[in-house]
C-alpha cells in the first residue's frame, strides 16, 4: 500500500486565501510564481488574490487549454523553465487542480491549489486523471512522491460556483462509500489500520451527504454560506481523497469510476457530461453488479429529485453499434480495481449486469 493522506497544508473557511497563501509563499521560498487558472472560474476568484498586488514576487499567468492532458503539462514545464519558476499555483476546478499536481511531478515543482467549486476530490488527491486535448480518457498520473504544498480556499468564493457542479461533486463522493464498502469489510482487511480509517471516512463521506446534502443544495442556491453548505463542500473537496489516500487501491475506486472511465474512451458524446454525473450512473452500475437492486430503488428519490443521470439511454449514449458495449466491458475487465469486488468478475458478467441496468431503470423514465 501507498499512504498519502493528503495536501502538506490544508484550510477551507472564509478569508483563508488572503491570510494564508501569502504566508506559504514566503515558507517556501517562492519568488517566481506560474498562475495557471481558467476562463469562467478567474473572474470569480481574482478578488480573493490579493497576493497578486505583493510587488515581491513576479507572477506569470496561463490560461490552461481546459484539459488536464500531457501536451498541456508540457506547456506548463515549458513556461517553468523559460520564466524560472520556483513554485505554482492552480486556481480553478478538478482538471486544472490534476494538471497542476501532474505537472509539479513532472517538472520537479512544488504547487499549491485554491479550488474555485466543489465538484469532485481532485485538489486533494495524489493522482491525476489524464485526458487528451480532444477530451478522450487516457488513464492517470500517480504522484505518490509529490503533493500539493497547500489546498486553500473560501467557501464564499466556491458558494457562487455552479451549483450543478456541486451536485456532480456530491454525486462524486457518495461513489466512494458504494464503491469501497464490499472491498473494505472483507475479513482479510479488517487487521490493516489505515484501510480501516479509509472505511470509516467513506462513512463520513455518506452519511453527511444523505443528512445533509439537500439542504446544503439549497443554501449554495440561495447563496447561504450555512454549516450544511460548508460541511458537504469541505466532505467533497478534502475527506472524499482523504479516502483514497488512506485506503489506496482498495478505496480509490472501483466499478462506478470504471464504467465512467470506459464511456470516457469509447463514446465521446459522454464528455458533455460532468465526471460526477457519470460516476453517479456508475454507482448504479456497481450496485447491479452486486444484485443490490433494492438499493438502486432506493436511491432513486434522491437521484430523480437532484436530476442524476440514471442510464444511457436517458443520456442519450446508449450506442447503436453493440461493438462499443463490448469495448467498454473489455476495458473495464482489465482493471485491477474491479476485480478487487469480492463477486465473481468476468466480461460475460460485467455486459450482462450493464444491459440488465438499461433495461431496469427503463421503469423510472418517463
Known amino acids: ?7 502538506e497544508y490544508y484550510m477551507y473557511c472564509q478569508g483563508a486565501i488572503e491570510r494564508e497563501v501569502p504566508a506559504l509563499l514566503q515558507e517556501h521560498g517562492a519568488r517566481n510564481v506560474l498562475i495557471v487558472h481558467g476562463t469562467r472560474s478567474w473572474q ?20 490552461y487549454s481546459g484539459e488536464c492532458s500531457y501536451q498541456e503539462a508540457e506547456v506548463l514545464d515549458q513556461i517553468i523553465k523559460d520564466n524560472d519558476i520556483d ?3 492552480g486556481v480553478g476546478g478538478g482538471k486544472l487542480c490534476d494538471l497542476v499536481g501532474v505537472t509539479g511531478h513532472l517538472s520537479n515543482i512544488n504547487y499549491g491549489v485554491i479550488p474555485t467549486l466543489a465538484s469532485n476530490c481532485a485538489p486533494w488527491t495524489p493522482l491525476s486523471v489524464m485526458y487528451k486535448e480532444n477530451g478522450e480518457a487516457e488513464g492517470k498520473s500517480e504522484h505518490y512522491k509529490r503533493q500539493a504544498a497547500f489546498l486553500i480556499t473560501d467557501p464564499d468564493l466556491v458558494i457562487d460556483s455552479p451549483v450543478e457542479y456541486f451536485i456532480a461533486g456530491l454525486a462524486d463522493t457518495l461513489a466512494k462509500w458504494y ?16 484501510l480501516q480509517m479509509a472505511k470509516a471516512a467513506t462513512e463520513i463521506c455518506r452519511a453527511t451527504i444523505l ?21 458537504v463542500s469541505e466532505i467533497i473537496i478534502a475527506v472524499a481523497g482523504l479516502v483514497g489516500g488512506l485506503g489506496d487501491k482498495y478505496a480509490r475506486n472501483a466499478a462506478a469510476h470504471a464504467l465512467h472511465d470506459g464511456m470516457g ?11 460526477g454525473q457519470k460516476v453517479a450512473y456508475g454507482i448504479l452500475y456497481q450496485l447491479a453488479l452486486e444484485d443490490k437492486w433494492d438499493e438502486i430503488d432506493a436511491l432513486m428519490p434522491m ?14 449514449l446508449y450506442p447503436q453499434d453493440e461493438k462499443v458495449i463490448d469495448q467498454i ?26 444491459l440488465q441496468l438499461e433495461d431496469y431503470m427503463a421503469r423510472y423514465q418517463s
Not at 1 to 7: E, N, V
Not at 265 to 275: C, F, N, Q, R, V
Not at 303 to 316: G, K, R
Request: hydrophobic residues 40%.
Open 1 to 7: 500500500m501507498k499512504i498519502k493522506c493528503g495536501p
Open 44 to 63: 470569480a476568484a481574482r478578488p480573493y488574490l490579493t497576493f497578486l498586488d505583493d510587488p515581491a514576487y513576479t507572477f506569470v499567468k496561463h490560461t
Open 87 to 89: 513554485f505554482v499555483i
Open 179 to 194: 464503491e469501497s464498502v464490499a472491498i473494505l469489510e472483507q475479513e482479510s482487511l479488517q487487521d490493516e489500520p489505515f
Open 211 to 231: 443528512n445533509e446534502g439537500t439542504q446544503a443544495i439549497e443554501d449554495m442556491k440561495n447563496k447561504i454560506v450555512s454549516d450544511e453548505f460548508v460541511h
Open 265 to 275: 474512451k469509447y463514446i465521446p458524446a459522454s464528455h458533455e457530461y460532468l465526471h
Open 303 to 316: 437521484y430523480q429529485q437532484l436530476d442524476l443521470p440514471i442510464s444511457m439511454h436517458q443520456m442519450n
Open 329 to 354: 466491458v473489455a476495458f473495464m475487465d482489465g482493471k485491477e480495481k474491479v476485480h478487487l469486488i469480492p463477486i465473481e468478475i468476468s466480461q460475460p458478467i460485467l455486459k450482462n449486469k450493464l
